[in-house]
């Protein structure tokens, strides 16, 4: 009888962290193609395929789930760091093409959240609560992907001064490629590459020259 119970217990919670799972995955895509503003609690419930009820169970509001889609963002982005830093015969061997397929794979990282970023950004002044949260959520990212790097051989090749300033300022340099290329304001199709490649440059000059 106790194992009955705890089987369908753990079924519940399953069934719970898929459900909130599709809510911020409908989030993303709605934020992304429409953007954050435009986006209603009602479209958002529909593209997750819950209630406007089964919403409000799992998000306060729109801004508490904002904030979880900037968090699994933040999550793929140390995720895609951890793995760059794990290749370390490609970055031992050639660590110029290493750094390029490290940049490349942040900026895919982004996918089409050009629209998402512009409006986070906006709300970043407009509004203190997701001010904090967002700071928050950046530090822990931050945190994470030191330690990744002061495992890695690479922390032994910086050129800088402070590593932790140092990759504030590539996030800030791949950040603003990113609104280049993506943005509604962009490059040309045609320069993007050009811009990438002065992306690696700059990084590149930067970290190990």
Known sequence: ??????????????????????????????FCQKGYFETSVKELATAAKVSIGSFYFYFKDKDELLMEVYRNQNERFIQTIS?????TTQYKTDRKAWLREFILDLLR??????????ELRVLNYENPKISLQKRL???????????????????NDLKVKNPQIAILMVTDIINFTYDRIAGENG??????DDII?????????????
């Not at 705890?6 to 599709?22: C, D, G, M, P, Y």
């Not at 793995?83 to 290749?87: F, N």
């Open 197 to 209: 490649e002065e992306c690696f440059d700059i990084v590149y000059k930067y970290l190990f020259l």
């Open 83 to 87: 793995s760059s830093l794990h290749k």
């Open 1 to 30: 009888m106790m194992d009955k119970k705890r089987i369908t217990s753990k079924f519940k919670q399953t069934r719970s962290a898929n459900t909130r799972q599709a809510i911020v995955e409908a989030a993303e895509s709605c």
């Open 109 to 118: 990282t982004y996918g089409k959240s050009a629209k998402m970023r512009s």
């Open 137 to 155: 959520i950046s530090e822990q990212a931050l945190s994470h992907i030191m330690k990744s790097i002061e495992n890695s051989p690479m922390i």
């Open 187 to 192: 490059c040309q199709e045609e320069n993007k």
